[in-house]
């Protein structure tokens, strides 16, 4: 009896601890949607940028860097997008996020990233005229064909790869980098 009470203690703790962590995502992501709701009053202005690191070199080493994107090396990326001016490879960073090969664990390192790269810059999310941005990278996702040569592994990592990007579509608007 006593280690049936100390067993259901034992869930009851471990139950608020979800409970407490589900609350801290939460809030999180609402502060990050007000954060995305309205960027304007936070983007830098082409002074600000004027003074960031435009290398040549270093700027299309980060954009490649972002093909890699992953939970573990996400601090680093969102550390080195504070110090660059993207502002001339805008296209190719919201392209290269299209094309990382996310797990669905990435899914909120992405999140970050592109949160950060939409507060900076108006044109990541939807593009310009002529120049996709990162909506319309992923959406193209979804409009691949499929082929009736397709190996069962190849249909497979087709789906993970759109069950990955729906998930990722699906917290960008959550958190309001497009609506």
């Known amino acids: 009896k006593k280690k049936k009470e100390e067993e259901r203690k034992k869930q009851e703790a471990e139950t608020q ?10 809030e999180a992501k609402r502060q990050l949607r007000a ?10 202005t082409s002074a ?7 290398n040549f070199k270093r700027n299309t080493a ?22 660059l001016n993207l502002s001339r490879y805008v296209s ?3 392209t290269n996020i299209a094309e990382a090969p996310l797990k669905i664990t990435d899914v909120d390192a992405a999140v970050k990233v592109c949160s950060s790269l939409h507060q900076r810059y108006a044109e990541f999310t939807q593009g310009t005229p002529g120049v996709p941005g990162l909506i319309h990278a992923l959406v ?5 064909p499929t082929s009736s040569q397709e190996t069962d592994s ?3 990592s087709r789906w993970n790869r759109r069950r990955t990007t ?5 917290e960008l608007f959550i958190v309001g980098v497009y609506t």
């Open 166 to 170: 729906l998930k990722l579509l699906t």
């Open 35 to 44: 954060d995305n709701i309205n960027p304007g009053d936070k983007r830098p």
């Open 92 to 94: 190719e960073t919201a």
């Open 48 to 54: 600000v940028l004027k003074t960031l690191d435009a």
């Open 17 to 26: 601890a979800r409970i407490a962590e589900a609350k801290k995502r939460a």
């Open 62 to 83: 980060f954009v490649k860097k972002l093909k890699s994107l992953n939970t573990d090396n996400v601090d680093n990326i969102c550390k080195e997008l504070n110090e």
């Open 154 to 156: 190849e249909r497979n």
């Open 140 to 144: 193209k996702h979804f409009a691949k």
